[in-house]
């Protein structure tokens, strides 16, 4: 079956006791190169919002909204070889609208979610092993429905994810589920202020909390919060609000951590005024310390992110833009280590390519970096998965031992999308690589 290959062992979310790497001097590149993979189209599945995973093989892994035998979107892999494969299409029955990426656990199944359909109309937890598809959990009212983020995983195989909708105030939950589908609800969401309807999904920090994004905050202005939450359900604690003094609004994506356990994410909103109020990228400390580190304030550099950072182990934060560059069609861009904003790839009306991006963006052995594109660029009608090369990406002097169920050193070689998480899981996207600082 597909996922028979152990080098499939790398996880989105993999768990991570401890990287000590040392990082590789940065060679920034010359020019960028981009390479058009893959178009997507209604038969293959469409409108990709979720980044890609990839196997220790280079076999990349994603989820589309839309498009597919029943119209609500695909499972699908892209081959080393060019070969694209519709694994599973979605259905009113098996869950569909997929609005995020997938999990890897270190036996090779595949985990996500799906934001509609299953048994109650409100979306599910999934599972893609060499036994096909099943189904974890259908979301209920009570237990929370409509995820729009994806699960992590912890060293002990227990999933951790949002859900958007319902639970006990109909303001959402963040949920624990057993790879055997035993659900729990961690934390209901109450109060306006401290946060309600979730997203994202989570990040497990090296300390052992869940932190998250979610809406509400400040009554007045309601432009979001940040929060961490223990894994038992305990100690919910609220670390930020957005929308005082141009720090941004309206967190749509889950964080990334560094070694030293400071949380990076972005804004689609916020940080200046008027036109200028197009989106920031922050830090936080676990002990809710806050500055923005990026303000996109020209249209022509990116505007509106919504994916994912990419970290390198330099520092460097990589992400997408969804608006903004040329004819407003995204940017991929790269925030070096002392604060220098560059773009390293503008999408074109009728480039061949898509346009805006909205998920965050996966790395190689070789340091390229992979992505999608969710819309039409006038030549393009339904977007595609791209691959950008000679982008200065930062790869780890040092391979990182195997740690909990992580496969051998031989094949960390494609293990390396940047949540460099000391102690943690490193998220939903076969992300597992180390990050100095």
Wanted: proline share 3%.
């Amino acid at each position: 079956m597909w996922m028979k290959q152990r080098g499939k062992n790398i996880m989105r979310h993999s768990i991570m006791a401890a990287l000590f790497v040392s990082a590789a001097i940065a060679t920034p590149a010359a020019a960028v190169t981009i390479t058009n993979l893959f178009n997507f189209s209604p038969a293959s599945g469409y409108s990709s919002r979720g980044e890609l995973v990839a196997d220790a093989a280079g076999n990349l892994y994603g989820t589309t909204r839309s498009g597919g035998a029943n119209g609500v979107g695909t499972l699908f892999r892209l081959g080393t070889d060019g070969v694209y494969s519709v694994l599973h299409n979605f259905s009113s029955a098996s869950g569909g609208v997929a609005e995020a990426g997938l999990t890897i656990d270190a036996a090779g199944n595949l985990y996500g979610t799906t934001s509609a359909g299953g048994a109650n109309g409100l979306g599910t937890v999934f599972r893609v092993g060499t036994d096909g598809y099943s189904v974890l959990h259908d979301f209920d009212s009570a237990g929370g429905g409509n995820p729009r983020g994806g699960v992590i995983l912890d060293s002990s195989g227990n999933l951790y994810g949002t859900a958007y909708n319902y639970g006990a105030a109909n303001r959402g939950t963040i949920y624990k589920i057993s790879t055997d589908g035993d659900y729990t609800v961690l934390h209901n969401f109450t109060a306006l202020q401290t946060g309600y309807h979730p997203q994202a999904g989570l990040t497990l920090g090296a300390d052992g909390y869940l932190y998250g994004t979610a809406s509400g905050g400040i009554p007045a202005v309601q432009a979001g919060t940040i929060f961490k939450l223990a894994t038992d359900g305990s100690d919910y604690t609220l670390l930020h609000s957005f929308g005082i003094s141009g720090d941004g609004r309206y967190p749509q994506m889950e964080m990334i951590a560094d070694a030293a356990g400071n949380m990076y994410g972005t804004t689609n909103q916020g940080g200046g005024s008027g036109y200028n109020s197009i989106g920031t990228i922050f830090r936080i400390g676990t002990d809710g310390e806050y500055s923005v580190i990026h303000t996109f304030v020209g249209e022509t550099n990116g505007s509106y992110p919504v994916g994912n950072l990419l970290l390198d182990a330099a520092g460097n934060l990589y992400g997408t833009t969804t608006s903004g560059g040329i004819n407003q069609n995204g940017t991929v861009f790269r925030l070096s280590a002392d604060g220098d904003y560059s773009v390293l790839y503008k999408f074109a009306t009728y480039g061949g390519y898509g346009r805006s991006p909205y998920a965050g963006l996966l790395a190689d052995a070789e340091g390229n970096l992979y992505g999608s594109t969710s819309s039409s660029d006038g030549s393009n009608l339904y977007g595609s998965i791209f691959k950008l090369s000679d982008v200065g990406y930062v790869l780890p002097a040092v391979t990182p031992p195997p740690v909990g169920g992580i496969p051998e050193p031989a094949t960390w070689a494609m293990l390396i999308v940047g949540f460099g998480l000391v102690g943690v899981s490193a998220r939903r996207r076969a992300r597992i690589m180390s990050i100095g600082n």
